[in-house]
């Protein structure tokens, strides 16, 4: 999926962050990697990364979320409520419960973000990878280094596979 941009909402970011949102957008990979370092201005990054997603004008059902969320820590659904970026938000258990007993269908296109993404469970990230992959979606997967140890962990090695 490539989501188009408006160069107005790059004008107000810095290099790093118009690059960052650039390779995001226009890249045809289903799992995208993220790593927010501090100083990054993570609102306006995901804020013009959710614009982007709206102006797809390839899936025009405005009914079904088209940027969903599942922050897999207690400080990112807290980030996630506080700063509203996605259509839907909800825990990554729910989300493939709905999708597995097809009360939801996420259309092509959609954007899955998943916040504080190197502490998902295995089972989770392997299923999510794989939906996106074969939907055509788009999974998203944000972290921020810090010093927790071990420093290896399953999203560090899907960076090297990807």
């Known amino acids: 999926t490539d989501y188009p941009l ?18 995001i957008a226009h890249s045809l990979q289903a799992v995208q990697s993220l790593h ?10 995901l804020a013009a990364l ?3 997603v709206h102006r797809d004008t ?3 059902d405005t009914a079904r979320p088209r940027v969903l969320a599942l922050p897999a820590t207690p400080h990112a659904r807290e980030y996630a409520a506080t700063h509203r970026y996605a259509d839907t938000t909800t ?30 469970h ?20 944000i972290s ?3 010093h927790r140890l071990p420093a290896h962990t399953l999203t560090t090695a899907a960076d090297h596979l990807l």
């Open 36 to 45: 927010l370092y501090p100083g990054a201005d993570k609102p306006a990054l």
């Open 91 to 120: 825990t990554v258990e729910r989300a493939r419960t709905r999708i597995q007993d097809k009360r939801w269908t996420l259309p092509r296109g959609t954007l899955v973000i998943v916040d504080d993404a190197d502490h998902l």
């Open 58 to 60: 390839r899936a025009l």
């Open 6 to 23: 408006d160069p107005a909402t790059l004008e107000h970011l810095d290099r790093s962050h118009r690059n960052a949102l650039t390779a």
């Open 144 to 146: 921020t280094p810090d």
């Open 50 to 52: 959710a614009d982007a």
């Open 122 to 141: 295995p089972d989770h990230l392997c299923w999510l990878a794989d939906h996106a992959a074969a939907t055509n979606t788009k999974l998203l997967l």
